[in-house]
């Protein structure tokens, strides 16, 4: 096995709180009515791609206006998150540190630009991550996004550590191994691997070889 790429919402850390501060604030200063957002609502989004949460969070908008909403509350998440007080996951600080001294990792998600960027730089992770990609630059599926990194740094049998049935479907259609990280926010039924603790993940690597 040649690199460990990572999904982060669910998996490395928890940001649902400060996210949905930073969209309630745009919501309101656009003048927008609609119902506060909630960490619960959040939750059963993340791992979608953007355009698909904000036709589930705003379904009676026009497509043009939804997205440049949705814009906005990235582009101001994005600076909030970086400072703000996001939960990271147990173990995650150590185990990415014990990890990176045997694999290159790597982070793929279906987030806006930047996004990954300011995790890694909230938590001071830079030398860690080799490389990134996301939705807001591919602007296509998480699946798609995995082989464009592949294809990127020539990766040879990588494996993809998720959340959700999305992610799992990510790493099916990229043709590669899936870790179910099942202290996330989502769920994958008969998965093959599965860890209930980031610690575990290094351990289960060896099977996965």
Same mark, same amino acid.
């Given at each position: 096995?040649?690199?460990?790429?990572?999904?982060?919402?669910? !998996?490395?850390?928890?940001?649902?709180?400060? @996210?949905?501060? *930073?969209?309630?604030?745009?919501?309101?200063? &656009?003048?927008?009515?609609?119902? %506060?957002?909630?960490?619960?609502?959040?939750?059963?989004?993340?791992?979608? /791609?953007?355009?698909?949460?904000?036709?589930?969070?705003? =379904?009676?908008? =026009?497509?043009?206006?939804?997205?440049?909403?949705?814009?906005?509350?990235?582009?101001? &998440?994005?600076?909030?998150? *970086?400072?703000? /007080?996001? @939960?990271?996951?147990?173990?995650?600080?150590?185990?990415?540190?014990?990890?990176? %001294?045997?694999? /290159?990792?790597?982070?793929?998600?279906?987030?806006?630009?930047?996004?990954?960027?300011?995790?890694?730089? *909230?938590?001071?992770? %830079?030398?860690?991550? &080799? $490389? !990134?990609?996301?939705?807001?630059? !591919?602007?296509?599926?998480?699946?798609?996004?995995?082989?464009?990194?592949? #294809?990127?740094?020539?990766?040879?049998?990588?494996?993809?550590?998720?959340?959700?049935?999305?992610?799992?479907?990510?790493?099916? $259609?990229?043709?590669? =191994?899936?870790?179910?990280?099942?202290?996330?926010?989502?769920?994958?039924?008969?998965? #093959?691997?599965?860890?209930?603790?980031?610690? &575990?993940?290094?351990?289960?690597?060896?099977?996965?070889?």
């Amino acid at each position: 096995m040649k690199g460990i790429i990572f999904d982060v919402d669910g !998996t490395l850390w928890d940001s649902t709180e400060m @996210v949905a501060v *930073a969209w309630n604030k745009v919501i309101k200063d &656009e003048g927008i009515e609609h119902k %506060e957002l909630e960490e619960k609502d959040l939750k059963k989004e993340f791992g979608k /791609p953007m355009e698909a949460i904000g036709e589930s969070l705003f =379904p009676e908008m =026009p497509k043009d206006e939804m997205m440049k909403l949705m814009e906005k509350m990235l582009k101001y &998440e994005n600076g909030l998150v *970086a400072a703000g /007080p996001c @939960v990271i996951f147990e173990g995650v600080q150590e185990t990415i540190k014990k990890l990176s %001294e045997k694999y /290159p990792l790597y982070i793929v998600s279906n987030c806006q630009d930047g996004y990954i960027e300011a995790f890694i730089k *909230a938590h001071h992770m %830079e030398k860690y991550f &080799e $490389d !990134t990609e996301c939705w807001g630059r !591919t602007r296509l599926s998480k699946g798609e996004s995995n082989k464009i990194l592949i #294809a990127r740094n020539h990766l040879k049998n990588p494996i993809y550590v998720g959340d959700t049935a999305g992610d799992y479907q990510s790493a099916v $259609d990229a043709g590669i =191994p899936f870790v179910y990280a099942a202290y996330g926010f989502g769920e994958v039924q008969d998965c #093959a691997y599965e860890i209930q603790s980031i610690r &575990e993940l290094p351990e289960v690597l060896e099977r996965v070889q």
